[in-house]
């Protein structure tokens, strides 16, 4: 079945340092990637996402790109803010072959990242 | 106002006791789902639904059930809750295959 391993957690950064969370999956078909965000007390929300080979999603600083050939969608962001202390989740949409999504997604375990200032 | 609300919000019961989570939504949304998370294992689908007539288990049902009463309402059951459900439940919608889930807030269950 589908899968996504997130790196180990938790991460402990200075501000404005550099951060990577690694992301690999194990899929069929075509799946569409995505990473989630939990702020402490919340529900997750989307950060961003990318739905085929090579795409890279965007957002807050965040990027991501879509690598079908390592089968990573690894996070990154250049200057790390105290706000972006949260809980980080990689998660997949499966897809069969032929293109048709169900909607269900499959989650990595979060990585906890804490950023000092 | 929040589109997607859960209730409640934080709820302490005990073993052998009948609970239901509630869940609504403001978006329109067709699909809904259920998830729990626990600490180190991200979040895993319990149930997931297309509309109100489509109602389907996911990776973890045993112990759980669901209803379907509108297309803004997904309820969560547990018919005799144990000690090792006690976790955060999520409830979720999505557009369609493929598009984000908007999540609710969660709700803190804990069995005693």
């Known amino acids: 079945g589908d899968s996504v391993t997130q790196m180990e957690g938790p991460v402990t950064l200075s501000e404005e340092a550099f951060l990577t969370i690694n992301c690999t999956y194990t899929a069929t078909g075509y799946p569409s990637l995505f990473w989630y965000v939990q702020y402490p007390g919340e529900g997750l929300q989307l950060l961003l996402k990318a739905t085929k080979a090579d795409d890279k999603g965007s957002n807050k600083g965040f990027e991501a790109t879509y690598r079908k050939e390592t089968t990573s969608f690894h996070l990154e962001k250049g200057s790390v803010q105290v706000s972006d202390s949260a809980v980080y989740f990689c998660a997949l949409s499966d897809y069969n072959a032929g293109g048709t999504s169900y909607g269900k997604l499959t989650f990595g375990q979060g990585t906890i990242l804490t950023v000092h200032p | 106002d929040a589109d997607v609300t859960q209730t409640p919000r934080n709820r302490i019961t005990k073993t052998g006791k009948r609970i239901m989570l509630e869940c609504s939504q403001t978006?329109?949304?067709?699909?809904m789902y259920w998830y729990r998370q626990d600490p180190g294992l991200g979040l895993r689908l319990i149930y997931y639904?297309?509309?109100?007539?489509?109602?389907n288990k996911g990776e973890i049902s045993d112990g759980y059930s669901v209803s379907r009463q509108a297309q803004a309402k997904f309820s969560l059951s547990l018919e005799s809750a144990i000690p090792n459900q006690t976790a955060l439940y999520f409830c979720a919608t999505s557009f369609g295959g493929g598009y984000e889930q908007y999540f609710g807030p969660g709700t803190r269950l804990t069995v005693t």
């Open positions: 978006k329109g949304h067709d699909r």
């Open positions: 639904s297309f509309d109100v007539k489509d109602i």
